[in-house]
């Protein structure tokens, strides 16, 4: 049995070999089908936030995965990308191209600037900072009411063409499935990429052992900055995505329930695959659907799992699959 | 002017309370307990309570033991299981037991406002400088001074309070010293979780209750804690002070904004000092 | 006369109140090997630490081949060619053998990595990870993340630390070997005496924080202040 401890302190798997890849496409080209196979607006309505949804838990993941730290406040990130998408939107602020470019940059931008001050403070106390920034964000969207109606939230609507495409290709379910669809796989395989290069190594390096990299001759607080920021921009992007889909944005987006889930369905999943936590969300969206009566609970639903998953099952799903296929190749 | 500097003693006072919980805590079990704000909560609502039936006195009394109790029970069932393992752990349970407490309040007590009455003994108002001050709010931050003197004696003077401060300071070498370390760390966890309670219920005239209220105090405790360096006492005493000045002013002067004060200090605090103001390694 | 690899000037270090290094001064020559003895609390660790930075000295200058390096942090030292290995194993736990001489190697390929691994014997587990491998192995892991940035100096920390007698005997003669191919500096801290008077050309016996004696093994060996404050209680 593994211990909780696994969480943060173990190698993450080798990468995975060709029948990986065969699969990987596999999975990608049956999720392109769906909405061809008869799949109704209201399952494929729900998988786009499903999608979302595993989108940000890859973000606070491959945080996990590549710089050993456990996020509770990835939210800020999320709602970010949707308040600065949203807000300039409404009060015709910027040319809405340009929101839409900052909204993907912004959440990149601030996670690497807090990054290079709070990714050098040590396992739980950076635990701690990345809660304290996202509710102090959080504590301002909702009480600047002239940014976006503090508490109330606000419906945001698009011009009709953005880059030339049309918006309601990104409020159509079919559509917008399709489109999450390939954006997730391509984050995914991007992240995974990244693992595999030589600054993927040396971020995992750094999470292994700091101090060594800093005598073998590495900086060692930009690393961890930029991999900050990188989660941080996947977790903006599923927020940008968010507010084309549902046209409104509000302090919930930032909250630290989200953050919360986004950390369980990571942990559901697993973090030592960068696919684990897109899988764990997904799990976590029908688990949600099974619950269904109970979601007037659902804190506490979140709360009950996160921490029956942590003592139970620290490597989550991606952790038991890659042990039942080691035990199957061996 | 004064009035001002008063007003943000008062909420330094309750900080302080709660952020030497965590302080406590952090010392004695080298974790930190997200679901300490929730704690804060439960003191409310336990007063709230316990004031409907016997009055406000019965409430402190009530909100204090009670919650040093839940301490207990935190203790034996969570810190003490999980203290070989890696702290992430215990964070990620405390982090769930706070999403439970909230909604277990919000099903309780239901999720609109309530508010306790003040105690007629300390309804008045007392002129100081010229302006009226409320003799509860005199009254919070004498509780604040009275249980941080308290605290800081029987840390200075006593054989446990030796013990946990040596504790806190150095675990490694401590941990042999014919002291029974499951029992001092349950009392310690318990006083933490005490002082939370009691915070709550003072606090209870002065703010709304509702179950949410405690995510910004914990919020700001962190701040003190990573503020006054991890695991300092005193550090936390001065931190403490100057974010509630700061953020009472803030609310006086720019209230939309008020929060990001205190956050803007820390990152300041972090850029020159990674490790706090005393420094020391968490 | 040519310039000293590494010299360092008036080296201080206190920990609170406790002087771990009490002006020191230090001058190793090109391609020697030097010792670093003394007994515990000497001061050895503390040396090697303000010598690469990674503790600061109060005070004092470190010049490495004649360039000042006093205001570098470590990983601009280990860059400018000084490297060190540490008395308590410090490899990546989380990366295989050949991932992490290859980052400590910068370079794209394991190719010039190799004759490192294959002068270490690590060639065999490159591609296992070094959470599994045996203690002795991590030692040499050790020493390969020093080497393979093609230092001028390299520090090492009791590398025979924790090793058999055996073991012990084999890193010193390859010590030796790797200094003379690679034409490297070395300073050696080491409790293990057969191996410091084995292959150090010079000693510097440090006592309570300050410099007892410099010279030869020959020379140290006789060296009465020596034998009544170090190796008399030792041998």
Redesign the interface.
Known sequence: MTSPATLTATAPARPARAPGSVLALVVLGTGCLLPFAGASPLLLSLLVQAIIGAMLATGVGFLVRQNGMVSFGHALFFGLGGYVLGVPMAHGLLPPEMAVLLALLVPALLAFLLGLVITRIPGVAFSMLSLACAQTFYEVVLKVRTLANGDDGMSVTFPARLFGLDVGLLQDPRSMYLICWVLLAAVLVGLWLFTRSPYGLLTLAIRSNEERARFIGYETVVPRAAVYALSAGVAGLAGVLATFYNGFISPDMMHWTLSGSALVMAVIGGTRAVWGPALGAVVFFFFKEIVGDATEHWPAVIGITLIVVTLCAPAGLSGLLARLFARRAA | MIIHILNGFVYGGLLYLVAIGLVLIFGIRQ??N?AHGSLFMLGAYVGYAATAIAGFWAGVVAATLVLAILGLLLDRAVFRPLQD?????T???T??????I???VR?VWGKDTLTIAMPDLLSGTLRIAGEDFPVYRLFVILVAAGMGAGLTLWLKRSRIGLYVRAFASDPLTTGTQGVDTERVSAAVVALGAGFAGLAGIIAGPLLALSPAMG??IL?ES??V??VGG?GSFSGAFVAALVIGQLQNLGIVFI???S??IP?LL??LI??WR??GLTGR?? | MTLPAIEGRALSRTYGGFRALDGVDLKVARGEVRGIIGPNGAGKSTLMDVLTGRAASRGGTVLLGGRDISALAPRARQRAGLARSFQKTNVFLDLTVGEQIRLAGRCATLDNGEEVLVALGLAEIAHRPAADISYGDRRRLDLALALVGRPQVLLLDEPAAGLTVEESLAMADLLKDLARRWHVTVLLVEHDMEVVFGICDRITVLHLGRLLAEGTPAEIRSDPRVISAYLGTAA
């Open positions: 974790v930190v997200f393992q890696d702290p992430i752990v964070l990620l349970v982090f769930g037991l706070l999403l439970v909230e909604d277990l099903t995510g910004s919020i962190f701040i804690v990573v991890f209230p939309s904004f929060t990001m956050f820390m990152m972090l850029l990674p490790l390694a968490a």
